[in-house]
């Protein structure tokens, strides 16, 4: 599912490619997906650090927070970290937060931290992200900054 850029509203829908409705056949997602309304990276512009244009979409969210969300629900969130994912050669940046009403939002800042109250969720993230699209026969997608999480 994904922000429809297309139609007037913008609705969340199916995501598409080439005619067909896109699934996710690598696992399940262990973690909130959303985006940013109202941005957009533009496939125009040239990242100066990972030297690939963005992947016209807006900036997509990862919520590390332990409550799963419903579709299409708002939430109050810190931005703790971005990651900068290379995606079909395209920039397509992962802005890493958290639920300010999670247990853990007071201890969890910076993307170190991330690693001290959540161990294995960025390698999670990294893993899942590098290989969602090798499921269906496409090449692993890699990350700018060597998979650092640049800090927010």
Known sequence: MEINTKEELNPIAQDTKNGKLRFINYSAVLFNYGALPQTWEDPADIHPDTGKPGDGDPVDVIDISTARLERGE????????????????ETDWKVLVINVNDKDASQINTPEDIEKYKPGALDAIRDFYANYKTA????????????AVKDA
């Not at 269906?136 to 998979?147: E, L, Q, S, V």
């Open 136 to 147: 269906d026969g496409k090449p692993a997608n890699y990350f700018g900054f060597d998979g």
């Open 74 to 89: 708002v939430a109050q969130v810190k931005v703790v970290g971005a990651l900068a994912l290379i995606d079909e050669g």
